[in-house]
């Protein structure tokens, strides 16, 4: 296969987000394999021979949510209740790609609300968090985004979404100490203007019982 023909002013059409045709008419493997070569690589070699098919496949998988749609995925999963607590699903594990290196970062999510009427089914959650997680995302977004989907959907007296995660393109560039993580919260309704509401959120994520749960 002939390396592709990436003239120089794709680098000045890319700026104003138009595309070069030779890079249109690309397959995503094949850009993947040019990727590849302009790192130094050799993908003839037989480790990478099979290594743009596989990137394809994982950048199709990690990305996926771009084509989901969350209200789709709560439809048939809110039920009338008259439960008026706080529902907490906390240690959701959260897998996403900073959209400014497409580099991981990972971490956890705790989704909290105190519904007014309506709840979602339990397992919607981490879904709704998956939907939002396997698209290209910087973490505040993603924060906003889980809590206001279940803002608009259910209509509960508050919402609050805390997310903690490790950022590899901190971490593998030696940006930030490899400890380090970032924190992000969104609190909606009740969350935002009660301090007594929020606390109990925070302080019931914070809390780790014995059996590991
Ligand atoms: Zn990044």
Do not use: W
Request: proline share 3%; net charge positive; hydrophobic share 40%.
């Amino acid at each position: 296969m002939k390396a592709l023909q990436m003239k120089s002013k794709s680098r000045s059409n890319s700026q104003n987000g138009s595309r070069d045709a030779s890079v249109t008419e690309a397959s995503l493997s094949e850009l993947l394999r040019e990727v590849l070569v302009r790192v130094g690589e050799d993908p003839g070699r037989d480790g990478l021979l099979r290594t743009p098919e596989r990137m394809e496949k994982a950048l199709r998988f990690l990305t996926r949510g771009h084509a989901e749609d969350p209200k789709e995925i709560l439809r048939g999963a809110m039920f009338d209740v008259d439960y008026d607590e706080m529902v907490i699903v906390r240690d959701i594990e959260m897998f996403s790609l900073c959209e400014h290196h497409l580099l991981p970062f990972i971490g956890k999510v705790h989704v909290a609300y105190i519904p007014k009427g309506k709840v979602i089914g339990l397992s919607k959650i981490p879904r709704l968090v998956d939907v939002f997680a396997r698209r290209l995302q910087v973490q505040e977004r993603l924060t906003t985004q889980i809590a206001e989907t279940i803002q608009d959907a259910i209509k509960p007296l508050g919402v609050g979404v805390v997310i903690e995660a490790r950022h590899l393109c901190m971490m593998m560039r030696g940006v930030e100490k490899q400890h380090s993580s970032a924190v992000t919260s969104s609190m909606l309704g009740a969350f935002r203007n009660e301090q007594e509401t929020r606390e109990e959120f925070l302080s019931l994520i914070r809390t780790r019982t014995s059996n590991g749960f």
